[in-house]
């Protein structure tokens, strides 16, 4: 089973709300990833975890807030969005964080900012 | 730096048709390549992988050979269906700095019946 989950599957919000997106999986793996996708365009990392520390931040700005309670869930708080954050976010997971290590992505979560 | 560069779409073809789609790279050193698709909607989904020369990924009847002396991953597929429309990613992992897959620009495909 190489299934990532992730919740909500849509989440319209405003400037001012704070939320939340939720990513799960249980396969084991000790790496997991953020990631932002506009359209048209590939996915662009955000940010890496790996044996639940944050390793990799692209300079997210600080309004994207990662967390990692866990080795099988993985968090990102939203605060104070802008309308050009609406994207199509996708989790992804791996073994561990090496060259041949294959990422799989969950269905993503599609986000409005109004 | 690392990158991956693929055939500029959209790509229509007709069902039954014979499909390629061109990757290349350039990379230090021998990273891995896979091809991820992306259905309307959706997350992308991996569709096959190679992580060393001569390799040949296969999936669902889609294959791609890592050719180390052309630097390319072409994907190729006999005969393709409706269902088969996608967008299809070509990515890299280096070796160094391997979290961080170097994605095309991804090439939309449409097959007509």
């Known amino acids: 089973d190489t299934e990532v989950t992730q919740t909500p599957k849509h989440l319209v919000m405003g400037m001012t709300n704070k939320k939340s997106l939720k990513c799960e999986q249980h396969?084991?793996?000790?790496?997991m990833y953020w990631y932002k996708q506009k359209a048209k365009k590939p996915p662009e990392l955000m940010f890496v975890?790996?044996?639940?520390?944050?390793?990799i931040n692209e300079s997210v700005p600080s309004r994207f807030s990662p967390e990692c309670p866990n080795s099988s869930l993985l968090n990102l708080h939203l605060h104070a969005l802008q309308p050009e954050d609406s994207a199509l976010y996708l989790c992804?997971?791996?073994?561990?964080?090496?060259?041949?290590?294959?990422?799989?992505f969950g269905p993503g979560t599609r986000l409005t900012v109004l | 730096g690392d990158s991956v560069t693929q055939m500029e779409g959209p790509v229509t073809l007709s069902e039954e048709a014979f499909l390629t789609i061109n990757c290349t790279y350039t990379a230090t050193g021998y990273p891995s390549l896979f091809w991820y698709v992306q259905y309307p909607g959706e997350g992308l989904q991996l569709l096959l992988k190679a992580t060393k020369a001569d390799d040949k990924g296969s999936n669902k009847g889609f294959e791609a050979t890592y050719r180390k002396e052309t630097t390319s991953f072409h994907l190729e597929k006999g005969s393709v269906q409706v269902s088969d429309s996608a967008v299809y990613f070509c990515a890299l992992s280096p070796l160094s700095g391997a979290q961080k897959l170097v994605f095309g620009q991804g090439t939309r495909l449409t097959i007509n019946p």
């Open positions: 992804a997971s791996s073994r561990l964080a090496g060259a041949t290590d294959t990422q799989y």
């Open positions: 975890y790996s044996y639940e520390k944050l390793s």
């Open positions: 396969m084991g793996h000790r790496a």
